[in-house]
């Protein structure tokens, strides 16, 4: 039997989850998916959200809901407003996790999450303690699975200039990125790129040779 508490525990993520999904879902730019332009970041709030059910089915509440607003409402901040250069970058993805985890938490608050709660998925989102913290830890596999698994190919075809050393780099640099598990589950559990194999393949050695 459901407990009361149970039950509004459910409602309340339910809350969340739905308002989450209403802010991505006014993103302007579209994806078609099985020959329906879908807003953008909501359907890859879904696609994170299906891959922490396929990685870490068990993982606490907290995760799930980080994992569903990871890129929550993210076109607002456009990557060309700041220098095309790795410190552009880098102030970039600073202003993007300031935002997810403020945003997020505004939904949060309103859905009726104590402030230790609300505060824990902001450290989620901002990446705090990356290596150190599983649940952190967990998120980025996420991340990097669903990028492989989803994202990897339409990637590589937006970016014909980029050479066999450049791909390797990037790879690789993901590859260090993840757990040893995210690392398993990236062989064995997502569906590769099949064109993309050999590359990746390289991409996998240099990576582990970083992670040594």
């Known amino acids: 039997m459901i407990s009361n508490k149970e039950h509004n525990d459910r409602e309340r993520f339910d809350r969340a989850i739905a308002r989450i999904d209403a802010a991505n879902g006014e993103d302007p730019n579209l994806e078609t998916v ?3 332009p879908r807003p953008k970041e909501l359907v ?7 891959m922490l059910e396929r990685f870490a089915p068990d993982a606490p509440e907290t995760l799930h809901l980080a994992v569903r607003a990871q890129h929550i409402q993210r076109w607002k901040i456009p990557r060309a407003e700041y220098p095309m250069t790795l410190a552009g970058y880098k102030q970039w993805r600073t202003q993007l ?6 945003t997020t938490a505004a939904i949060l608050h309103d859905a009726g999450y104590d402030a230790l709660t609300i505060a824990r998925v902001e ?3 901002r990446k705090e ?3 150190l913290d599983a649940e952190v830890q967990a998120l980025e596999d996420v991340i990097d699975l669903v990028f492989i698994e989803s994202y990897l190919e339409d990637f590589a075809a937006k970016h014909p200039e980029y050479d066999e050393a450049k791909w390797i780099d990037i790879l690789a640099k993901t590859w260090f990125k993840m757990s040893p598990r995210g690392r398993e589950a990236a062989l064995t559990m997502i569906r590769l790129p099949p064109a993309l194999v050999p590359l990746i393949q390289k991409g996998v050695a240099a990576g582990e040779r970083m992670a040594r």
């Open 44 to 50: 890859y709030s879904r696609r994170m959200s299906a």
């Open 97 to 102: 996790q300031k935002f997810h985890a403020a």
């Open 34 to 36: 099985d020959g329906e």
């Open 129 to 131: 303690k990356l290596k």
């Open 123 to 125: 450290t989620l989102l």
